[in-house]
């Protein structure tokens, strides 16, 4: 099959849905697909220094076009995208879109529709209640105009847990759901444990000796930081063997309300900052921890949770958090509510119970190997693919050609 994944951006500050794209893409095109993502040179209110409007084929056999936008700003109208995806979007068998309210969803759907190319739309968490309902008046319009649209003649609207698709059904919005979790690249590790936690502990001098208690993702409001910031000033007035570890860019400033929180609660001091960490840096930050903590207040999966299960590490998250569920069943993670009697709970338990922390950690590890790796999902993915294609033959067995 040729697929087309479109995504407005795969700037890294931009989270989880650029990462988890080219991951599934390189996926695909081991298991013998061809697959071209078309994405913009957007970098949150900047731009990527790339090739534009040419493709890049790199190592991993994904061809990759960046087009120019016309200026800065998160929806990201790029006219070269637009003239791409008139020209040559007939010629695949299926576009998996990705993101809502952005110009690059919005038109490769409009033109997907005019080709007969069928395609999903995978909305990464703004079809929760919780997000959808921020800044409602804004969105209204477009949605009226778009984006209802888009949902309803979408072949499947791709949602990767079943709480996740549960929550936008609860919109009242017309779609067809479908559920394929996202997965996480298992390869072997370049340094010994040994290697990443002298690494870590020398880099980070405050962390020695320490329990360490690792916040990793996005500082934002979403993710539960003043739940975390006041449970983790109950712990560490108490005891003086913890130190926070948040590893994540900030791009909305909100480290500073998070070291305001951590500054009334007389533990700043605590806490260490170390922005976005990658490769063996973030690596070494997740085998030198003692546990995991995600209180967000929503999240439509959590890639960041599978990554520390997968490296061992116990984990405390929330029941806002869409795959509590699958970790719950498991006994692969403690789940809480989004309270900080609870929070502080369950850290406390972790930093005095080990024989708790080594049974997460198994079934941790044995419920990604299990589910969430790239090559199990990949397979799930490209069977819904294929039926999707399968289906549209029947449907309309001759496409319109590109104008």
Known sequence: MRILHVIPSLAERHGGPPKVVQELCRELVRRGQEVTI????????????VPLDQPIRGEDGVERWYFSTQRSGLFGISLALLKALRKNLASFDLIHLHNLYRFSPTVAAHYARRYGVPYILQPHGTLDPYIYNRHRLRKIVYERLIDNKNLEKAAAIHFTAADEMSLAQSLGLKFRGVVVPLGIEVAAPTLSNDQLRDNFANEWPATRGKKVILFLGRLTQKKGLDLLAKAFGRIARSRDDVQLFLAGPDDEGYGDKMRQWLKEEGVLGRATFAGMLTGDRKEAALVASQMFVLSSYTENFGIAV?????????AVITNKINIWRELNDARAALVINCNVDETAAAMSSLLDDPALCRRLAQAGKKLVAEQFTWPIVAERMIAVYREIVAANSKASPARLSAA
């Open 38 to 49: 078309y994405t913009t040179d957007l970098d949150g209110y900047r731009h990527l220094s």
């Open 306 to 314: 599978i990554e520390a299960l997968a490296a061992g590490l116990p």
